[in-house]
Nanobody, 125 residues
Framework: QVQLVESGGGFVQAGGSLRLSCAAS????????MGWFRQAPGNEREFLAG????????YYAESVKGRFTISRDNAKNTIYLQMNSLKPEDTAVYYC??????????????????WGQGTQVTVSS
Protein backbone atom coordinates (compact mmCIF):
# COMPACT_ATOMS: atom_id res chain seq x y z
CA GLN A 1 0.00 0.00 0.00
CA VAL A 2 0.99 3.59 -0.53
CA GLN A 3 0.87 6.10 2.30
CA LEU A 4 -0.86 9.39 1.50
CA VAL A 5 -0.74 12.70 3.37
CA GLU A 6 -3.08 15.56 2.50
CA SER A 7 -2.43 19.22 3.20
CA GLY A 8 -3.78 22.62 2.22
CA GLY A 9 -7.13 22.61 3.94
CA GLY A 10 -8.39 25.53 6.01
CA PHE A 11 -10.96 28.28 6.27
CA VAL A 12 -12.06 30.31 3.28
CA GLN A 13 -14.94 32.63 2.44
CA ALA A 14 -17.52 31.69 -0.14
CA GLY A 15 -16.21 32.42 -3.62
CA GLY A 16 -12.62 31.85 -2.58
CA SER A 17 -10.10 29.21 -3.62
CA LEU A 18 -7.92 26.57 -2.01
CA ARG A 19 -5.43 24.08 -3.39
CA LEU A 20 -5.12 20.75 -1.66
CA SER A 21 -2.03 18.60 -2.00
CA CYS A 22 -1.58 14.88 -1.46
CA ALA A 23 1.95 13.54 -1.08
CA ALA A 24 2.54 9.84 -1.60
CA SER A 25 5.19 7.70 0.03
CA UNK A 26 5.94 5.42 -2.87
CA UNK A 27 8.40 6.47 -5.49
CA UNK A 28 6.12 5.70 -8.40
CA UNK A 29 2.64 7.05 -7.88
CA UNK A 30 2.36 6.76 -11.63
CA UNK A 31 1.49 3.13 -10.84
CA UNK A 32 -1.82 4.25 -9.29
CA UNK A 33 -5.04 5.87 -10.33
CA MET A 34 -5.60 8.74 -7.91
CA GLY A 35 -8.75 10.40 -6.65
CA TRP A 36 -10.20 12.98 -4.31
CA PHE A 37 -13.22 12.43 -2.08
CA ARG A 38 -14.94 14.42 0.65
CA GLN A 39 -17.16 13.60 3.57
CA ALA A 40 -19.38 16.01 5.47
CA PRO A 41 -20.85 15.11 8.89
CA GLY A 42 -23.72 12.68 8.51
CA ASN A 43 -23.00 12.10 4.82
CA GLU A 44 -21.38 9.29 2.90
CA ARG A 45 -17.94 9.75 1.39
CA GLU A 46 -18.41 11.41 -1.97
CA PHE A 47 -16.23 11.06 -5.06
CA LEU A 48 -15.05 14.39 -6.50
CA ALA A 49 -12.33 13.89 -9.09
CA GLY A 50 -9.98 11.27 -10.47
CA UNK A 51 -6.91 11.01 -12.68
CA UNK A 52 -5.80 7.73 -14.21
CA UNK A 53 -2.26 6.45 -13.92
CA UNK A 54 -1.52 6.36 -17.61
CA UNK A 55 -1.90 9.51 -19.63
CA UNK A 56 -3.72 12.56 -18.35
CA UNK A 57 -7.37 11.54 -18.35
CA UNK A 58 -9.33 13.28 -15.61
CA TYR A 59 -12.97 12.96 -14.64
CA TYR A 60 -15.23 14.75 -12.18
CA ALA A 61 -18.45 14.54 -10.24
CA GLU A 62 -21.13 16.85 -11.59
CA SER A 63 -21.21 18.74 -8.30
CA VAL A 64 -17.67 20.08 -8.82
CA LYS A 65 -17.19 20.01 -12.58
CA GLY A 66 -15.96 23.39 -13.78
CA ARG A 67 -14.92 24.50 -10.29
CA PHE A 68 -12.41 21.86 -9.20
CA THR A 69 -9.34 20.63 -11.10
CA ILE A 70 -7.31 17.53 -10.31
CA SER A 71 -3.72 17.25 -11.43
CA ARG A 72 -0.73 15.06 -10.73
CA ASP A 73 3.01 15.65 -10.68
CA ASN A 74 4.63 12.23 -10.82
CA ALA A 75 8.11 13.72 -10.40
CA LYS A 76 7.02 15.16 -7.05
CA ASN A 77 4.91 12.12 -6.15
CA THR A 78 2.02 14.49 -5.50
CA ILE A 79 -1.51 15.11 -6.69
CA TYR A 80 -3.45 18.33 -6.30
CA LEU A 81 -7.02 19.52 -6.14
CA GLN A 82 -7.50 23.15 -7.14
CA MET A 83 -10.85 24.33 -5.79
CA ASN A 84 -12.34 27.58 -7.05
CA SER A 85 -15.65 29.35 -6.45
CA LEU A 86 -16.04 27.55 -3.15
CA LYS A 87 -19.48 27.32 -1.56
CA PRO A 88 -20.54 26.68 2.04
CA GLU A 89 -21.81 23.26 0.95
CA ASP A 90 -18.23 22.35 0.01
CA THR A 91 -17.42 22.23 3.72
CA ALA A 92 -16.15 18.74 4.51
CA VAL A 93 -13.10 16.63 5.26
CA TYR A 94 -11.27 16.01 1.99
CA TYR A 95 -9.41 12.77 1.30
CA CYS A 96 -7.08 11.61 -1.40
CA UNK A 97 -6.95 7.97 -2.38
CA UNK A 98 -4.98 5.59 -4.58
CA UNK A 99 -6.36 2.75 -6.68
CA UNK A 100 -4.51 -0.20 -8.19
CA UNK A 101 -6.64 -0.15 -11.32
CA UNK A 102 -9.48 -2.66 -10.84
CA UNK A 103 -11.90 -0.16 -12.40
CA UNK A 104 -11.36 1.75 -15.63
CA UNK A 105 -12.46 5.04 -14.03
CA UNK A 106 -12.54 4.41 -10.30
CA UNK A 107 -15.24 6.45 -8.56
CA UNK A 108 -16.47 4.24 -5.76
CA UNK A 109 -14.98 4.08 -2.30
CA UNK A 110 -14.41 0.34 -2.80
CA UNK A 111 -12.40 1.00 -5.98
CA UNK A 112 -9.61 2.57 -3.92
CA UNK A 113 -6.97 0.76 -1.89
CA UNK A 114 -5.16 3.45 0.12
CA TRP A 115 -6.44 6.59 1.83
CA GLY A 116 -4.97 9.66 3.45
CA GLN A 117 -6.01 10.91 6.87
CA GLY A 118 -8.04 13.81 5.46
CA THR A 119 -7.84 17.59 5.64
CA GLN A 120 -10.66 19.87 6.78
CA VAL A 121 -12.06 22.50 4.42
CA THR A 122 -14.49 25.03 5.87
CA VAL A 123 -16.24 27.56 3.65
CA SER A 124 -18.03 30.41 5.37
CA SER A 125 -20.95 32.26 3.85
Amino acid sequence: QVQLVESGGGFVQAGGSLRLSCAASRRFISDYDMGWFRQAPGNEREFLAGVIRKGSTTYYAESVKGRFTISRDNAKNTIYLQMNSLKPEDTAVYYCAAALGRAALPMGVMDYDSWGQGTQVTVSS
